[in-house]
């Protein structure tokens, strides 16, 4: 069984502040790795991907990945009271029947407090 | 504007009845997914279609039935025989499989 795994949180930082958002998995096969964002009541919206070692920023977003280690942390700086939400973190297999699936992990519920 | 449409929003299902759950692209996607959440928890595949006339079971597809006539549709079923079908159920689609998905606004069904 191919897990992900997330600390369920919630996780509360202050307006301005960096949050720091972590992943781990348990298949060293794993290619793909995703960031989706999820505000209560509402679908799964893709912040981030990356695929190799190393950091992705794009904004305020920074993904980085240690496939060494299996772990993959989304950085949020700059906080603010819209970033809180759900984190959800996803991963895609490389092969096998697995090729292109993604496992989630269940969340990391995001706080930002003014 | 392109993007994922489902339907209806809300579903309420009698005992032993089939419901049917609608998601269409504009987006000329060739992959499309079907996910189903439970409260506080993460998103699980039951079906998963790379291709049209071509699909696959994902980690639960018991009690579940789905068709990939079109590119544009990947319609699920949710029969009778899946006890607990109360949940949040997520279209996604991507380009290829194992692209970045992007999903639907989901349909909340309910047990009547």
């Known amino acids: 069984q191919k897990e992900v795994e997330q600390n369920s949180g919630p996780l509360s930082v202050p307006e301005g502040a960096i949050a720091s958002l972590n992943c781990t998995y348990s298949?060293?096969?794993?290619?793909?790795f995703f960031w989706y964002r999820q505000y209560s009541g509402k679908s799964p919206e893709l912040i981030m991907f990356?695929?190799?070692?190393g950091d992705k920023e794009d904004g305020r977003f920074t993904a980085q990945l240690n496939k060494a280690s299996q772990y993959v942390s989304l950085l949020i700086r700059d906080s603010q009271p819209s970033d809180s939400a759900t984190y959800l973190c996803?991963?895609?297999?490389?092969?096998?029947?697995?090729?292109?699936?993604?496992?989630f992990g269940q969340g990391t519920i995001l706080t930002v407090h003014p | 504007d392109g993007g994922i449409t489902q339907s209806p929003k809300y579903l309420f299902r009698k005992e032993g009845q089939n419901v049917t759950l609608s998601c269409e692209q504009n987006?000329?996607?060739?992959?499309m997914y079907w996910y189903r959440q439970d409260p506080g928890q993460g998103l699980r595949l039951i079906y998963y279609?790379?291709?049209?006339?071509?699909?696959q079971k994902g980690d639960i597809a018991e009690g579940y039935s789905v068709s990939r006539e079109k590119k544009e549709s990947f319609p699920l079923t949710v029969t009778s025989a899946q006890k607990n079908p109360t949940a949040f159920y997520l279209c996604?689609?991507?380009?290829?499989?194992?692209?970045?998905?992007?999903f639907g606004d989901g349909t909340r069904l309910s047990i009547l």
């Open positions: 990356i695929y190799s070692n």
């Open positions: 996604a689609s991507s380009p290829r499989l194992g692209q970045p998905q992007h």
């Open positions: 996803a991963v895609s297999y490389a092969g096998g029947t697995s090729y292109g699936k993604l496992t």
């Open positions: 279609s790379q291709i049209v006339n071509d699909f």
């Open positions: 987006l000329n996607h060739d992959a």
């Open positions: 298949d060293r096969g794993s290619q793909s």
